[in-house]
């Protein structure tokens, strides 16, 4: 029995010695710490592949710029208007936990390093974002969200109330990065402006006038706060742009690396909406959104078509017109014609109609600047007597059309996320049924192949299955008919 | 036990032959059984002499013995009758039959040595014959049918797949479900290396296979917590403990041993044979589905016009389109073992070697395995040093599961009028990837057969050290050291499919860069224990036997892996061979283990026993203040037979038993801690966009929130039984009752993305398993000289459930698709299938598109769950003289599984489900349209649109009606035949060989399933074998039948 006691004695000292032998379970495969700069440039790479990659996607078909190809079926459900509910998992998850968490991460420690310029360029990207979620989904989680295991069930906050909220944060960082001139210090971990924090104030500028001009058909339009900034006049001078792609795997523009690349660019074709509105007025962007098909022509169908048996059944992607997204595509998060269009918007409706017609015709030209045309070409479509040229004694509204007309032709394939979303603000283009006499080619119509009744489409998205079930405090929309805040009567 | 036997004839025979001492008498007699029936080979002695005979094939014998003698009368199995000589001559005797259970002893946990009487918990024990009788050389595939309450499923029948073993039902949604495999006392590991990718998986099998089954003597399965809770967290799932053969002394013996199977496709996709190329009705000859036209016979063009030609031929069914794919599969496997020593040192060597080439045309899916093993013992006085070593080398290469361009995926989208054989010729100008039928994301199947592919090779070292020492005669202390390491490799690369331009192929989806990918692991697992046995009487009727142990496990693995995204010469794989760089990834694990333990056992009068098991585990994978876990059981049992001496008249074998326990499980290195990670977005789910990017290196918050709370998972069970043997142990009914649950379940929280992570580990719910394991035996004819037919039930049920959720948590996600997902329940039955399914108004009408196709609902529902409602093993065992034959049966009865066959042949419209009404426009029953209203509320119509023959296709592929792919998994298998023949001894003894046996052996002859099952073997799985795999199939490789024979012989 002695031998034994020993024995139990001799292991338990054993294990005594041996208790830091057990604290090994750091895993060593991860950094323990990392720093702002690299979480900002991971932020920055979610945010572009969701603008690039789902949204691109879904706003591209939303926004009539592509409609499903016969032959294949990927994306049927975005053309029948009848997305599950568990269509937007990926992307939400990729906007939460992956670009807002990070951006988290950034604002804490910039503001813990009084790096005021740093926390004006996550402040900027942050509300970007949540724009975004706001516009595509309505109401989101906002102010409990972000808060790990201590609140499992954020609440939904009103998209007015993020809005609002979104503004004066900006303003916030304006405000102390103008107080506490401190410039960044991520440099070309910075990679939409490397660090340039003139270019931040212009990102932000130009973000706060898109934010109100969604606001202008509600109640919180806000003509002062609109009025200031244009007097400033300071926005975009350089396209808010990712541009750090190579042709390698997980290295591409997203919608190539996954449409063209994994899928084999046989789902998107070019829909008439947008193909003929180009060809109506000899448009010559059309060659730049579009390749041609395998016979060297720019043929599109009509939006939904491709679904029905008829009459496209068998044919194959390739004998119709597709996006022209490369490899090494930039992804646009602000563009310039976009800056110029939001202007013109904001100076017919604030300011003067001459105002307007300078931003417009601004904006034109600047599209065709980011699709590498000349400008001589725009130039004849906005003169006076041109096919896009600017009615500066009409009306608002008709203002307004051909403002938004064009602000649509010239995001596709720059923001589709951001056409679909001004479609629906605006009803520009007009939205009509192929059967009614006013009926002309380009203009948006309702799809073919919608399982929706009669003259509806989509105003908003499902909540993706996966928040659903994991967040108590939120409820699915009962379909996809709902609108957001700035959209509802 | 019966080379044992025939060694003491051969002796006794020896012995009589010398000894004939003069004796006034001589007696005979007849020596039978307690039926009447005679024994022969009943050795016969007088007592106190070496004068002794054996009585012959009629029982009969003949001594000389004089009057006041004593005659011994003994054989195996039968208690030893002493009659004294009178002065009849003529003396019979009547041997009963020895309860020789009672005595035997079975190695428990940790090498621990028991009687199987002391047994307070189910364990059965496998013997070498059992194992090696239908020459599998998969130690799981052995065991299949022969265990109750063991649930043993096979991936799939390719070569080298995995088979996984789950004991008792499912114990862990988030933790492996595999028992622990113990090799001569030492742990070691069974981990897979497989792969449920959509787009490629492939199955290189798990560790346990690559022990050689002819080197074991036994193997043990502990089932409860109440045994296993000694073995600590590890074997919370149960316990195989096996022992494997050592030298035995005397001459140099020699075994050697050979099989060969051939193996042919069993299963298939029914194919209706009405419709052919197609779609929307359409003989389109580019169509990769049967939606077109009736078959009429006429001679029609198929294919692409190539050169200005094209091919003809009538439009006609293609019978045994798939069967004609797939030849003929080979197994072969060799085995010698030599083995020898004096009384104090023994040793024995072992080589086998098995060769396997699969159904696939080519060598495209094969395995081969080499194993060496030695094993050697010595014994110096009060020292035994004994000592085991272990090498294996194995190389498969499999052919990938899945969708996208997988050989299967492209075979089953092929009209049902094409002849594959056809496409054989992957150069030809109309079967090359630029001209091939079809440019809809499939090519020739023979193209990719011949030029993707993979391979895998593995290196592994085992063994275990053992040195004991003979304290006093009443105790012992031991050291026993365990080392397994392997290194394995696995390649995957894929072709470029660059259709040339202009082709009719050129810019489709099937147009892939090729790629390359590589990676090593190197796994290792040391284990030291140190025991100490005390072995005692205390009195006449009170025993003692008790092990202290202390254990030190330690287990690291490292993996590098890279891969890249393109290739650029044809043909030629490697990292370099592309215009990208590869992408690199490496990591690294460690986890350590100390436990000290207590089994203890008392016996009273050798009938009462009372086991408790006591240990404390200390594990590195849990936060500081929860890593110490104590834990424990108590069985006991109660020969009964020995109480109550009247009844073993009807039962010669009687024993209750009872036990609870309970056993810590811990969990993955590195959960506790939040983690940064490697910059990356999820790219629409189908790539991702990686830094680093334009020379920017990123870094990310982990998506896994902390937690310092984590507590080990605890399983509590309770076992109840019965083992009983009737009428001289012609019926034997083995029974256990038990009732587990495990608290603590860890698993990973999802969580709302908005909370700015996805998930975190934590302590979840509650999951219970209960269930009864019945085995039955019957020895209908026992004849030894003659007829024997054994019949054995093997019976058990399983109720896997998810009894408790924390609050958090509506349901927990178990894997399977978007789509069709498998998921568990708070009070269900554990996992579920859930899917989409019609959207109906409040009348239960089916709502309807335009089409007429229903719209699926917004909320998906469950389908049903996945369990067997029971398992049926049934065996019978003829055998004449030195001729058997033996017949397995297994019925397992319900539960669902996902089958991706069913989807694609339905979708493609290949498969005989898709012939509803002939296919002529139906409307859905019971369905309605909806319409709107001014006010813009949707009301409902009848639906008066049929669907057309054009939208056929869209019905069969409708989201709404996905329960479709959803099949019935039960079935009834043939699952072994066995025909044995052993050469009789009088011949062997004209032969240098000590024995021969031949056998002819058939596997998954026959497959019975339900009306539902029009696709696939049921058993089959893309998704591993563990928990996940019982969500089904996703494109799985055909299952096989397959015929072999083998031969032993021993010298």
Not at chain 1, 472 to 480: A, D, F, H
Not at chain 2, 672 to 692: E, K, M, R, T
Not at chain 2, 840 to 862: C, H, L, M, R, Y
Not at chain 2, 870 to 887: A, D, I, Q, V, W
């Amino acid at each position: 029995m002695k031998k034994l006691v020993n024995l139990i004695f001799i292991s338990l000292l054993a294990l005594t010695s041996c208790s830091d032998d057990l604290d090994i379970n750091t895993d060593p495969n991860t950094p323990q710490e990392i720093n702002k700069g690299l979480a900002l440039s991971a932020a920055q790479g979610s945010i572009t592949t969701i603008m690039g990659g789902e949204f691109f996607n879904l706003g591209g078909m939303f926004a009539q710029f592509y409609t499903q190809a016969p032959s294949a079926g990927q994306y049927d459900a975005i053309d029948q208007y009848n997305l599950d509910t568990d269509y937007a998992n990926r992307l939400w998850t990729e906007l939460y936990a992956g670009a807002l968490n990070d951006l988290e991460f950034v604002l804490s420690e910039s503001e813990d390093q009084g790096d005021t310029g740093t926390y004006l360029i996550a402040t900027c990207l942050k509300a970007y974002t949540m724009q975004y979620l706001v516009d595509v989904f309505g109401d989101v989680p906002y102010n409990e969200a972000f808060q790990g295991s201590s609140n499992i069930s954020p609440s939904t906050d009103e998209g007015e109330e993020i809005y609002l909220d979104l503004l004066s944060k900006i303003d916030k960082a304006l405000a102390s990065y103008k107080g506490n001139n401190i410039n960044s210090d991520v440099g070309q971990q910075d990679l939409i402006f490397a660090a340039d924090m003139d270019k931040w104030v212009q990102f932000a500028n130009t973000l706060k006038l898109k934010l109100y001009s969604r606001m202008s058909n509600t109640d919180q339009a806000n003509s002062a706060a609109v009025t200031t900034l244009l007097s400033e006049g300071n926005f975009l001078t350089e396209n808010a742009s990712f541009t750090a792609f190579t042709d390698a795997t997980s290295k591409r523009n997203p919608y190539y690396e996954v449409q063209i690349q994994a899928l084999g660019d046989v789902n998107d074709v070019a829909s008439n909406s947008l193909l003929e509105f180009y060809t109506r007025n000899n448009d010559p962007r059309l060659e730049r959104v579009f390749k041609p098909n395998t016979e060297g022509e720019y043929i599109g169908i009509e939006q939904g078509i491709g679904i029905l048996a008829e009459p496209y059944g068998g044919y194959q992607a390739q004998e119709f017109a597709r996006p022209d997204i490369q490899p090494t595509t930039p992804v646009y998060l602000m563009s310039l014609p976009e800056s110029s269009f939001l202007q013109a918007e904001a100076y017919a409706r604030y300011g003067s109609s001459e105002q307007a017609q300078e931003k417009y015709e601004e904006g034109v030209i600047r599209s065709f600047e980011l699709y590498g045309l000349s400008t001589a070409d725009a130039m004849d479509l906005i003169s006076p007597d041109g096919a896009y040229a600017f009615d500066a004694t009409a009306d608002l509204e008709d203002q307004l059309e051909t403002i938004i007309n064009q602000k649509w032709a010239a995001l596709a394939n720059v923001n589709n996320i951001e056409a679909w979303i001004e479609t629906r603000r605006t009803g520009y283009p007009l939205l009509v049924d192929t059967q009614d006499p006013a009926y002309e080619e380009g203009r948006r119509i309702y799809s073919l192949a919608s399982v929706l009744p009669e003259g509806q489409i989509p105003a908003s998205i499902y909540y993706p299955d996966n928040e659903v079930q994991r967040n108590s405090n939120l409820t699915q929309k009962p379909n996809l008919l709902q609108e957001v805040w700035w959209n509802q009567d | 036990m019966r080379i044992h036997y025939n060694l003491g004839c051969l002796l006794l025979f020896l012995l009589t032959s010398i000894s004939t001492f003069a004796q006034s008498n001589t007696i005979t007699g007849t020596v039978s059984d307690t039926d009447g029936m005679p024994l022969p080979g009943v050795n016969v002695i007088v007592k106190g002499t070496n004068n002794g005979v054996q009585t012959d094939f009629d029982g009969e014998y003949s001594i000389k013995a004089s009057e006041g003698d004593v005659l011994v009368f003994s054989f195996v199995g039968m208690i030893t009758a002493e009659i004294t000589v009178q002065q009849a001559t003529t003396i019979d005797a009547t041997l009963e039959q020895n309860t020789a259970q009672l005595d035997e002893v079975v190695v428990t946990a940790v090498g621990i040595e028991r009687e199987k009487a002391s047994l307070g918990s189910a364990t059965t024990t496998v013997n070498a014959e059992e194992i090696t009788r239908g020459a599998q050389s998969n130690i799981a595939d052995a065991l299949k049918g022969k265990v109750a309450g063991v649930n043993i499923s096979a991936a799939s029948t390719d070569p080298g797949a995995s088979s996984g073993v789950i004991i008792r039902g499912i114990s862990t949604m988030g933790g492996s479900n595999q028992p622990l495999y113990v090799v001569d006392g030492v742990p070691i590991n069974n981990g897979s290396a497989f792969s449920s990718s959509l787009g490629g998986g492939y199955d290189f099998g798990r560790g346990s296979q690559d022990i050689n089954p002819d080197n074991i003597k036994s193997m043990t399965i502990l089932k409860g917590a109440s045994a296993t809770s000694l073995y600590g967290s590890r074997a919370a799932n149960g316990v195989i403990i096996i022992t494997t053969k050592s030298g035995q002394s005397g001459k140099l013996s020699v075994e050697l041993g050979s099989t060969s199977f051939f193996t042919r496709i069993s299963r298939t996709p029914n194919y209706q044979s009405t419709y052919g190329q197609g779609w929307d009705f359409t003989h389109r000859l580019n169509e990769n589905g049967s939606w077109g036209p009736r078959f009429d016979g006429t001679p029609r063009v198929w294919g692409n016009v190539v050169d200005n030609s094209q091919r003809l031929k009538p439009y006609l069914f293609q019978e045994d389109q798939l069967e004609n794919f797939f030849d003929t599969g080979t197994f072969f496997q060799n085995n010698v073992a030599v083995s020898g020593g004096n009384e104090n040192s023994t040793v024995r060597l072992s080589y086998s070697n098995l060769r396997q080439d699969g159904i696939y045309p080519t060598d495209a899916d094969s395995y081969d395995r080499n194993t060496i093993g030695l094993n050697a013992q010595s014994k110096m006085g009060k020292l035994k040093i004994s000592g085991n070593l272990n090498y294996v080398n194995t190389e498969g290469a499999s052919v990938a599961t899945g969708q996208g361009l997988t050989v299967l995926n492209n075979l089953l989208q092929i009209p049902n009028d094409l002849n594959i054989n056809e496409f054989k010729d992957y150069n030809n100008k109309f079967n090359n990837i630029s001209n091939y039928y079809t440019p809809y994301g499939i090519t020739n199947p023979y193209f990719t057969l011949n030029e993707d592919g993979s391979a895998y090779e593995k290196e592994r070292v085992y063994g275990a050290l053992e040195a004991s020492y003979d304290l006093t005669d009443w105790s012992k202390v031991t050291y026993r050291f365990g080392l397994d390491q392997y290194t394995d490799n696995t390649q995957f690369w894929t072709a470029i499919v660059d259709p040339e331009p202009g082709s009719p192929n050129a810019g489709a989806s099937t147009v892939q860069p090729g790629s390359y990918s590589e990676s090593t692991r190197m796994v290792k697992q040391l284990n030291h224990d140190i025991l100490y046995d005390l072995n005692a009487e205390v009195n006449k009727d009170l025993g003692i036997q008790s092990t202290f142990g202390f254990n030190y496990n330690i287990r690291t693995s490292r993996s590098l892996a890279a891969s890249v995204g393109s290739q650029d010469l044809f043909g030629f794989y490697s990292l370099s061979n592309s215009g990208e760089n590869p992408q690199a990834s490496s990591s690294e694990s460690e986890r350590r283990l100390y436990g000290l333990y207590n089994n203890t056992t008392l016996s009273f009068k050798d009938q009462l026993y009372l086991t408790g098991n006591i240990r404390n585990d200390w594990y590195s994978t849990l936060p500081e203040e929860n890593r110490s876990v104590l834990y424990g059981g108590v069985n006991a049992s109660w020969l009964f037979i020995k109480t109550f001496d009247g009844i073993s008249d009807v039962l010669n074998y009687g024993k209750l038993r009872a036990g609870y326990g309970e056993v810590g499980v811990d969990t993955d290195p590195y959960q506790i801690n939040p983690i940064y990670v490697s910059g990356s977005a999820d790219n629409q789910g189908f790539g991702s966009l990686n830094f680093p990017l334009g020379g920017v290196n990123a870094y990310e918050v982990g998506n896994r929130a902390a937690n310092p709370n984590l507590k080990p998972e605890r399983r509590k069970e309770f076992e109840v039984g019965l083992d009983l043997e009737f009428f001289k142990s012609r019926i034997t009914l083995d029974f256990t009752y038990y009732n587990a649950r495990v608290e603590n379940q860890i698993l990973s929280l999802p969580l709302a993305a908005t909370t700015g992570y996805t998930s975190q580990t934590a302590n979840l719910g509650e999951i219970s398993n209960e269930g009864i394991e019945a085995l039955l035996k019957l020895a209908v004819f026992r004849n030894s000289r003659g007829f024997n037919w054994n019949m054995a039930f093997n019976f058990a049920t399983n109720d896997s459930r998810l009894e408790e959720l924390d609050e958090r948590l509506t349901q927990v996600s178990l894997g399977g698709l978007s789509t069709t997902s498998l998921v568990a329940l708070e009070g269900m039955p554990l996992a579920l299938i859930e899917g989409s399914v019609p959207q109906t108004n409040d009348e239960g009408q089916i709502v309807v598109d335009s089409n007429g196709i229903p719209i699926a609902a917004s909320t998906k529902e469950i389908y049903g769950d996945t369990q067997y409602d029971y398992t049926l093993g049934f065996t019978n065992e003829f055998s004449y003289k030195n001729l058997s034959l033996n017949f397995t049966f297994d019925l397992r009865e319900g539960g669902l599984m996902y089958s991706r066959t069913a989807d694609i042949t339905r979708f493609v419209g290949n498969s005989v489900t898709t012939m509803y009404n002939d296919r002529q426009p139906f409307i859905v029953p019971n369905s309605v349209q909806q319409s709107v209203t001014d006010d813009g509320s949707i009301t409902y119509v009848e639906n008066t649109t049929a669907i057309s023959r054009a939208n056929m296709d869209d019905y069969y592929s409708a989201t709404a009606l996905s329960r479709n792919t959803v099949i019935d998994k039960s079935f009834l298998k043939l699952r072994e035949v066995v025909l044995s023949y052993s050469l009789p001894s009088k011949l062997m003894d004209k032969t240098p060989l000590d024995n021969l046996s031949l056998s002819i052996i058939g596997r998954n002859l026959f497959l019975w399933t339900p009306e539902s099952n029009q696709f696939i073997d049921p058993e089959i799985s893309t998704f591993g074998t563990d928990l996940s795999s019982q969500f089904g199939e996703f494109s799985a490789n055909p299952s096989t039948r397959s015929l072999g024979f083998s031969i032993k012989t021993r010298f």
